[in-house]
Every structure is written in C-alpha cells, then in structure tokens.
C-alpha cells in the first residue's frame, strides 16, 4: 500500500471524526460555550488542563490570536506534553492525591470554570481533579473519548471517569487506542486523531463563547496575532483590562 493511500486513508477517517462530532455534540457544544461565555460575564476565570498529549489541546486555548485571552493552561509539573523522561507523565497522572494538591495550590476559585481534556478519561488525575474542582465550586467541561468507560477499567479508586464528575461532557468519539489505521504488513494499529478531532471540538466551543458574549453586548477579550499591525497594541490592552483573570504572563 502507497504512502499517499495511507495519507488519503487518514484524511478520511479524521474528516469522518470530526463529521461525527460536528453532528452529534451540537447541543453539548453550545452548552459549554454558554458556560463559558456565562463566567467570562460573571467574572470569573477559565483554566484548561490536559495531560501528556491531551496537553496539546490545552495549550492551544492558551495565549493565542483568535482565543480568550482569559484562558490559562493549568499545569501539573511533569505531567504537562511530552516531557524526558516521557514515562513519567504517564506515572503521575495514576499518582492518588496529586490533583487535589494542585488544585489546592493553583489560583482556581468558586465561579472559575476549568476544561479537562483526557482522551480515556479513566486515570487518577483527571478523575480526581474534576471531582475536587467542584468540590471547590468550579464548573467543569470535560473533554473526553466516552467509549473508553464502557471498555476499559477505571484507574481511579472511586471506579469512575472524568465523564462522570462534569457539569458538561464533550464527547470526542475517538475509538479506544487512539489509532485510526491499520495495514497488513504493520503490526500495531497507527495514525492517531485526537489531537485534531479536540482541538477542533474546543475552538468550535471557544467561537461559541465568543459569540454569546457579542450576543449580549460584551466584546469577547479577544487575542489578536502579533504578526499582523496593531496586534500587539490590541493584545495590551486586553491584558490591561483583564490582566486580574490573566495568569500566564508571570
């Protein structure tokens, strides 16, 4: 089988993904944009949070042209993308107690809202840090391959996943394993979509708050580009204004 084949092959299984969620989470979507249009009015702060590759997502919400500039990545160090030692990311996120310490520990508050992404959905981290995040009165928007409840075993003592402690859950539809191909002469099943099929479910919710705030006449603190002229003055002001809901800039 040609590479241009397999390339084809991928393109059709991650358009038929992001077909599947554009279709059926219609409603999920335009809940969690309300949500977060809904803190952004009241005042409140959003947080993201994603471990090893589910960071991808989070950190594409972050300080970004086009995005919330109220949005900020909420790290757990060692936990956040890929980093050396690689295995160590995935240890941390089956560590018992270590979202509840960092939640303890991190800027969040009653009336933030906080978007965890973890593609099973089922290891201690995610588990717990959407359990405790209510718990503190956080709103919750978990991002989040439903499949995997039904198919995998929980690795969160409690026996739940992240779907089951979320004021709104967004199903990404990803197959468990995370692997969109296979061929004959390749062993392992290869070619993973969730980092495209997330990434574009959160910036469909992420246009959605920006319209309900337009809606009801509030300009969405929006970022511009740096690379195009007035960005930089634009993105100023913005910090300006919301620089008390802004916690990436140090």
């Not at 393109?11 to 989470?25: M, Q, W």
């Not at 199903?171 to 995370?178: A, E, L």
């Not at 511009?224 to 300006?240: A, F, K, L, P, Q």
Request: aromatic share 4%; with cysteine.
């Amino acid at each position: 089988m040609g590479d241009s084949k397999l390339a084809e092959r991928f393109f059709d299984a991650a358009t038929d993904l992001l077909r599947r969620v554009r279709n059926e989470e219609t409603e999920a979507i335009a809940a969690a944009g309300t949500l977060i249009a809904d803190t952004v009015a009241d005042g409140g702060r959003l947080f993201a949070f994603g471990a090893g590759h589910s960071s991808l997502a989070a950190q594409d919400m972050v300080y970004r042209a086009g995005g919330l500039a109220l949005m900020n990545l909420l790290a757990v160090p060692g936990a956040v993308g890929v980093e050396a030692p690689a295995t160590l990311g995935s240890a941390l996120e089956r560590v018992d107690g270590l979202a509840t310490a960092v939640l303890d520990t991190s800027p969040l508050r009653s009336g933030d809202l906080l978007v965890i992404i973890s593609l099973s959905g089922r290891n201690a981290l995610p588990v717990e840090m959407a359990a405790h995040a209510r718990d503190l009165g956080v709103k919750v928007i978990g991002v989040t391959s439903v499949a995997y409840a039904s198919q995998t075993t929980s690795r969160n003592a409690s026996g739940t996943y992240l779907k089951d402690h979320c004021d709104i859950v967004l199903d990404s539809k990803i197959p468990v394993g995370d692997a969109e191909l296979t061929a004959e002469n390749i062993e392992a099943p290869f070619a993973p979509a969730s980092t495209v099929v997330t990434s574009a479910l959160l910036q469909a919710v992420m246009a959605t708050a920006a319209g309900a705030l337009a809606d009801r006449g509030i300009e969405p603190p929006l970022l511009r580009s740096g690379n195009v002229d007035g960005g930089h003055e634009w993105n100023s002001r913005i910090m300006r204004e919301y620089g008390d809901r802004i916690f990436y800039l140090g």
